[in-house]
């Protein structure tokens, strides 16, 4: 549905991007914008470039080639090794969602989410820093009786919610979410959506998902673009592209939707 916390102020701008992986051409001609308060997709089935362009966005790839704008400051200025402690670093915060292998096993709750803290916001201080991880936590609904448990013990549901606290925690503007809902059941799935579009009407939080799967967050996004080996083969309003879905990549993506395509 569209966001109604939307506004025209544009934090992620992407012109002409390009990434090769030696002769395979990854990504061709990149052109995106999420506003303050947007939620966009990027759909497409596996190998389309999104997961790239998901690192890319918060540079943990360097492009060969176009301009990435993060908060209205040129990002590739920045040195890719020197980004990691850049200002920008916690404005585009990645959400660690695979409750398999995004966190180390023997790392606590705590310790997963206070680690962007200390690197990124050092000047909260300690008793800063624990009412921060404690906010990130309950925005992202992880109890505190969980905070030190090991994540070898929390199910996948509750690991989901530790990466998501964790790039709640440095108070990002932007939130890049690859494949979040993968790996959880339909239950979760639901209400992990439901977190996220709170967030994003409480916050203005701009939320761009990178998914193969469009029926799980299209409920949530006002704008959609479909990749198919690296390109962008259609992009607009999701409504639109349910209804009407012109490219055949799209085709194929909406007719796997059986609830909602009907």
């Known amino acids: 549905m569209p966001s109604d916390t939307a506004t025209h102020e544009p934090l992620v701008v992407l012109t002409d991007v390009n990434k090769h992986f030696g002769q395979l051409h990854v990504l061709q001609d990149i052109n995106l914008t999420v506003g303050r308060g947007e939620v966009v997709v990027v759909i497409g089935p596996s190998g ?95 109890p505190e009786t969980l905070l030190d448990r090991p994540a070898y013990t929390l199910s996948g549901g509750e690991r989901a919610r530790v990466g998501l606290a964790r790039a709640l925690a440095p108070e990002p503007a932007v939130l890049v979410l690859d494949e979040p ?44 673009m479909v990749m198919e080996a690296g390109r962008v083969v259609e992009a607009g309003p999701v409504v639109r592209l349910l209804a009407h879905p012109k490219a055949d990549c799209t085709r194929a993506l909406v007719a796997a939707m059986p609830v909602l395509a009907s």
């Open 181 to 224: 809902t993968s790996a959880l059941d339909a239950t979760l799935r639901s209400e992990l959506l439901d977190r996220l579009d709170a967030l994003r009407r409480q916050q203005a939080l701009a939320l761009l998902f990178i998914s193969h799967d469009l029926s799980a967050v299209a409920r949530l996004c006002d704008r959609a």
């Open 48 to 142: 389309s470039g999104k997961s790239t362009l998901a690192r890319m966005i918060c540079r943990l790839e360097q492009p060969d080639g176009g301009r990435l704008l993060a908060m209205g400051e040129d990002a590739l200025a920045v040195p890719l090794r020197g980004f990691a402690h850049h200002p920008l670093r916690g404005d585009v915060q990645l959400a660690l969602q695979d409750a398999q292998g995004a966190l180390p096993p023997r790392w606590t709750a705590r310790r997963a989410i206070e680690d962007p803290l200390r690197l990124l916001r050092p000047a909260l201080g300690d008793a800063g820093r624990e009412q921060r991880l404690r906010e990130a936590a309950r925005l992202a609904g992880l």
